[in-house]
């Protein structure tokens, strides 16, 4: 029997109590008492001698929980279950073998109904299901051990997922280079547990091969793969020949590679001019300074780029360095962001005479290189890179080009940018920028010759 039936019979058992009532006038007694009518419901009503009948004041209970004393068993609302523990489906009764009905299926679906054998069964496919039960719970696991949970909405569709347990460290398997912790030309590779943490793996070398080491002034340094912080602060001082430091980033470079502990140096540069690979230079005062014998330690200087390459390329099958391997040689691993070799941003002027810095008189111009590749042992950079403040401005493969420096391409492994302006990176003592991120224009404003150091790809240890 449906709500509308027990509505209607409700109203018209209470209409006949109140015809009764009427009918014994003024003296019939107030019906105030519940009655059992012959279809097996209780309607309680309350009805007082002025007929004050509310629309709704029936006393009906309208939790259509009531028994049916019809022969049909009571309609169980499990019977449509919305996706709660209610146990398995309990068949529905139906009145009429052989009738249909528009009834609901799987997740907020709907299907046919046929009454056969005195109950609702489905007949037709479930159309419309949809993604999941309401009140259902999900849960899965992250890729980083954490976990993450969903629940269905009411219209049985998943609502978004929700972080339940914070992820781990890192993703199994994965690996990572570190070379903060282990000393200069060391690296460590940490691996990824099943945990999600890492495991810190042993402090190796790590460049592989064989590193140079004689004659001294031909020394390499391994400089290791991983982070660096390129640029820094605006420039502490002005000048219109430089350019100052870009804004901070990491960079990553993820190979390691052998660097030059010393600028070439005139006796390096003439046994390629012996070997009959280099040329003469053609600057008249770096030709003075290669052949004055008493210079051979001093940095060759004024190398045109052609030069530079057929150098390095006899030393060794090397290369001139790009600007970020130049950088991190000079500043060192992240997350070091110092601006000057020794560490910090403060010029000391008990480890270096600048005349821009401390008021020193030096030379305002450098047309021969004043100092030797080993000159100030005590800016030697974190790696151990002599002479990278305070000899001269070094060339580096890639020009400069402020919107390249800006752009997320150049973060790991940035070749340099293919356009711009030849730059040289480092200072002389009358630079006017001495930060290990500074890098000047060359052959404007310099105030010294072009120097040179050359590098290599390093295998891995």
Known sequence: MTPKTNRTIAVAAVAALVALHGCGGDDAPVVD??????????????IDDDFGIAPDDFGIDE????????????????????????????????????????????????????????VWAGTSACLGSRACAPASIET????????????????????????????????????????????????????????CSWTPGPCAGA???????????????????????????PCPTGGTGNICPTPAVTVTLTRPYYFDRYAVTNRRYQECIDARVCWAIVDLFGDLSLEDPTRSNYPVQSLTVAQARAFCEWDGDRRMPTSAEWEKAARGPAP???????GGYTFRCDLMASEAECGSTVTSDYLIAPHSVDAFPAVRSYY??????????????????????????????????????????????????????????????????PLLRCVRTAPPP
């Open 140 to 195: 899965e696991p992250t890729a980083m051990c954490g976990e993450r949970t969903r629940l269905c909405a009411l219209d049985c569709e998943w609502g978004l997922w929700e972080q339940t347990a914070p992820d781990g460290e890192c993703l199994e398997g994965a690996t990572r280079v570190v070379s903060d912790t282990c000393g200069p030309g060391t690296t460590r590779i940490d691996a990824c547990a099943a945990s």
């Open 336 to 342: 070091r962001d110092d601006y000057y070799v020794w």
């Open 384 to 449: 151990g890179v002599d002479g990278m403040m305070g000899i001269g401005g070094e060339r580096v493969s890639d020009p400069y080009r402020a919107s390249y420096h800006t752009d997320p391409s150049s973060r790991v492994d940035p070749p340099g940018s293919l356009s711009g302006t030849r730059q040289l990176r480092g200072h002389a003592l009358n630079g006017e920028l001495d930060g290990s991120s500074a890098r000047v224009y060359a052959f404007k404003a310099v105030n010294s010759p």
């Open 207 to 233: 460049c592989g091969g064989t590193r140079r080491t004689t004659p001294a002034d031909a020394e390499e340094i391994c400089i290791p793969p991983g982070d660096f912080i390129r640029g820094g602060p």
């Open 33 to 46: 008492a519940s009655m059992t009518a012959d279809l097996g419901h209780e309607i309680d009503i309350g």
């Open 63 to 118: 939790d259509l929980g009531v028994e049916q004393d019809l022969g049909a068993s009571p309609v169980d609302l499990g019977a449509h279950d919305l996706g709660t523990d209610a146990g398995p489906p309990v068949p529905e009764a139906c009145p009429t073998e052989g009738a249909m009905r528009l009834g609901p299926c799987g997740n907020c679906g709907m299907q046919q109904d046929t009454c056969t054998s005195g």
